[in-house]
């Protein structure tokens, strides 16, 4: 079984971490959006570049776990032999790659990514997600749009919920979740007992990003 997977806001908590890196900035959110520069009331431009150098930074290779994405995301690899190609569009910059390559496997385990596939900073995923057209593969997003992509392409494509994605149009043949043990339940037929995390608000319940950021 192969898993394809983004990275940032599906694996790994990029948006509460780039967050606090820009508090100690000294910037301040201004709107709810999926747009940095909606966010901030800054340019597109400054965006891109904070955006940039927020992915260039050490702080990349630091990036602690989405909810419970540790235990299902071993869960498929341990019990069902199932391995992750990453694909997130994060940037290129080679010690940038590398670190998100050891923050993964700190994480996740070492072999549990086949492979880590890294494009430019935003860049969308069309060419990335072609080679697996048709394959009917479990796909996860927390962009809309290429989640949707996915569908389109004959992927089995989840979106993984959060605020900012919450009132976009979404595919039909899209799955909306809040947690790993969603797609794990639903593409394995396996019934977990224990309680899921907290469905999205709006607020950051995410107890592991608390203990390494603290609240906001």
């Given at each position: 079984m192969?898993?394809?997977?983004?990275?940032?806001?599906?694996?790994?908590?990029?948006?509460?971490?780039?967050?606090?890196?820009?508090?100690r900035?000294?910037?301040k959110?201004?709107?709810?959006?999926?747009y940095i520069d909606?966010?901030?009331?800054?340019?597109?431009?400054?965006?891109?570049?904070?955006?940039?150098?927020f992915?260039?930074s050490?702080?990349?290779g630091?990036?602690?776990p989405?909810r419970?994405?540790?235990?299902?995301?071993?869960?498929?690899?341990?019990e069902?032999?199932a391995?992750?190609?990453?694909?997130?569009?994060?940037g290129?910059?080679?010690?940038?790659?590398?670190?998100?390559?050891?923050?993964?496997?700190r994480?996740?385990?070492?072999?549990?990514?086949?492979?880590?596939?890294?494009?430019?900073?935003?860049?969308?995923?069309n060419?990335?997600?072609?080679?697996y057209q048709?394959?009917?593969?479990?796909?996860?997003?927390?962009?809309?749009?290429?989640?949707?992509?996915?569908?389109?392409?004959?992927?089995?494509?989840?979106?993984m919920s959060?605020?900012?994605?919450?009132?976009?149009?979404?595919?039909?043949?899209?799955?909306?979740v809040?947690?790993?043990k969603?797609?794990?339940?639903?593409?394995?037929g396996?019934?977990?007992?224990?309680?899921?995390?907290?469905?999205s608000?709006?607020?950051?319940?995410?107890?592991?990003?608390?203990?390494?950021?603290?609240k906001?």
């Amino acid at each position: 079984m192969i898993i394809l997977t983004d990275v940032d806001g599906v694996l790994l908590s990029w948006v509460h971490s780039f967050e606090w890196w820009m508090k100690r900035k000294g910037y301040k959110k201004k709107e709810l959006s999926y747009y940095i520069d909606k966010q901030y009331g800054i340019s597109k431009k400054k965006a891109k570049v904070l955006v940039q150098h927020f992915c260039e930074s050490a702080a990349i290779g630091f990036l602690p776990p989405l909810r419970d994405a540790i235990k299902y995301v071993r869960k498929f690899h341990e019990e069902h032999g199932a391995v992750f190609h990453a694909i997130t569009s994060f940037g290129e910059e080679r010690y940038a790659m590398q670190l998100r390559e050891q923050n993964l496997k700190r994480v996740f385990g070492e072999n549990v990514f086949e492979r880590i596939h890294c494009l430019p900073c935003g860049a969308d995923k069309n060419e990335a997600l072609k080679r697996y057209q048709g394959s009917g593969w479990i796909w996860v997003e927390d962009k809309t749009e290429n989640a949707n992509l996915g569908a389109e392409m004959g992927l089995q494509s989840f979106l993984m919920s959060h605020q900012y994605n919450w009132n976009q149009p979404l595919d039909d043949r899209v799955t909306r979740v809040d947690t790993w043990k969603e797609i794990y339940e639903i593409t394995t037929g396996a019934q977990e007992k224990e309680i899921s995390p907290a469905r999205s608000t709006g607020k950051n319940t995410d107890p592991i990003t608390t203990a390494f950021f603290g609240k906001k």
